[in-house]
């Protein structure tokens, strides 16, 4: 079975780059593996940090283990370049681990799509930065960052 396409789709002008890195932002900020699998083509390769995947399978295995470890995720992802298939993106999120400490990651993404609109390559280098509660910016109630939040430029980060 093909899955259906996923729009907008490649070529990507700034615009239309800029919406699919919201509808990513969007998805992960559910937390829900299965949702966000399906953005991705049911052979995608992935570098995460140290971690290599390949396939749904494996990243919704993925995405549950990171979402039971970082508590309270809150993720910004901001558009940093675009040509045809691809989308370079840096982002930030902040985490809760179990013993309550609070941590920002940084990081950027590479992304490559197929004519469907699908993530078929995704190569993300991240870094943990420890902060303080009182240090944290993303405030918004659990899920999808309102509208009105400031991105991550408008935050200076």
């Not at 902040?94 to 190569?123: I, P, Q, S, V």
Request: net charge neutral; with cysteine.
């Amino acid at each position: 079975m093909t899955d259906p396409a996923r729009p907008p789709l490649p070529p990507f002008t700034v615009e239309t780059a800029a919406q699919k890195v919201r509808a990513a932002e969007d998805g992960w900020n559910s937390r829900d593996p299965q949702r966000v699998s399906l953005a991705y083509t049911e052979d995608s390769r992935w570098r995460n940090r140290s971690e290599f995947l390949t396939g749904r399978a494996e990243i919704v295995d993925f995405l549950t283990r990171k979402w039971a470890k970082e508590n309270e995720y809150r993720l910004i992802k901001e558009l940093w370049a675009t040509t045809g298939n691809r989308i370079a993106v840096r982002f930030a999120y902040e985490w809760r681990d179990a013993d309550g400490n609070w941590f920002r990651a940084c990081g950027n993404e590479n992304w490559e799509f197929d004519e469907r609109g699908l993530m078929a390559h995704r190569h993300a280098s991240i870094n943990d930065v420890p902060i303080s509660e009182a240090q944290r910016l993303f405030r918004w109630p659990q899920g999808r960052r309102p509208d009105d939040h400031p991105g991550l430029s408008a935050l200076g980060l």
